[in-house]
T-cell receptor, first 114, second 110 residues
Framework: GAVVSQHPSRVICKSGTSVKIECRSLDFQATTMFWYRQFPKQSLMLMATSNEGSKATYEQGVEKDKFLINHASLTLSTLTVTSAHPEDSSFYIC??????????FGSGTRLTVV | EDQVTQSPEALRLQEGESSSLNCSYTVSGLRGLFWYRQDPGKGPEFLFTLYSAGEEKEKERLKATLTKKESFLHITAPKPEDSATYLCAVQADTGTALIFGKGTTLSVSS
């Protein structure tokens, strides 16, 4: 089946620095990638939708200059948290969508900003 | 506004004690309803997709059903390894992104 590889699984960074999270689709091409954020005991909240080769569409309340999404190829999408602050600490999950495979989720990245 | 509500928030069962989890939804038009299992610190693991009222799907000890307003995930004779958070999500006519509920955290003790 389809697999999305997400890295890193855990990252700790200092306040004010930037962190990049990668999601790679293995053995299939992901034209659409969704990025979610999940706080403890909360739902997965959609942050943005990205389509290969075009700008990401951000949900209301998500700062596009803070959460930079790049989907430059059909197998790689990245989320960069810029100037991270403790309130950005969360669990970030990507999900690829294709007609053939439906939704395929990455394993998630636990970000801790200290 | 499209919305998904799951209940209960947490459920504790003894091994072998069957029960059901509820997912009620409000969407402009339902393309599909999805059930996932999520273990701590992991991404969601796909269980079922249901598309129309009356549809049912089974997998081992799990059975999912769908009506026009809600879905149930029935767990028959659960085992400790069934302990996880179960997420319900809908895909609405208005887009492809899934809308998730908060989940039900299931704990099964032996």
């Amino acid at each position: 089946g389809a697999v999305v590889s997400q890295h890193p699984s855990r990252v700790i960074c200092k306040s004010g620095t930037s962190v990049k999270i990668e999601c790679r689709s293995l053995d299939f091409q992901a034209t659409t990638m969704f990025w979610y954020r999940q706080f403890p005991k909360q739902s997965l909240m959609l942050m943005a939708t990205s389509n290969e080769g075009s700008k990401a569409t951000y949900e209301q309340g998500v700062e596009k200059d803070k959460f930079l999404i790049n989907h430059a190829s059909l197998t790689l999408s990245t989320l960069t948290v810029t100037s991270a602050h403790p309130e950005d600490s969360s669990f970030y999950i990507c999900s690829a969508w294709t007609e053939n495979y439906g939704y395929t989720f990455g394993s998630g990245t636990r970000l801790t900003v200290v | 506004e499209d919305q998904v509500t799951q209940s209960p928030e947490a459920l504790r069962l003894q091994e072998g004690e069957s029960s059901s989890l509820n997912c009620s939804y409000t969407v402009s038009g339902l393309r599909g309803l999805f059930w996932y299992r999520q273990d701590p610190g992991k991404g969601p693991e796909f269980l079922f997709t249901l598309y129309s009222a009356g549809e049912e799907k089974e997998k081992e000890r799990l059975k999912a059903t769908l009506t026009k307003k809600e879905s149930f995930l029935h767990i028959t004779a659960p085992k400790p390894e069934d302990s996880a958070t179960y997420l319900c999500a809908v895909q609405a006519d208005t887009g492809t992104a899934l809308i998730f509920g908060k989940g039900t955290t299931l704990s099964v003790s032996s």
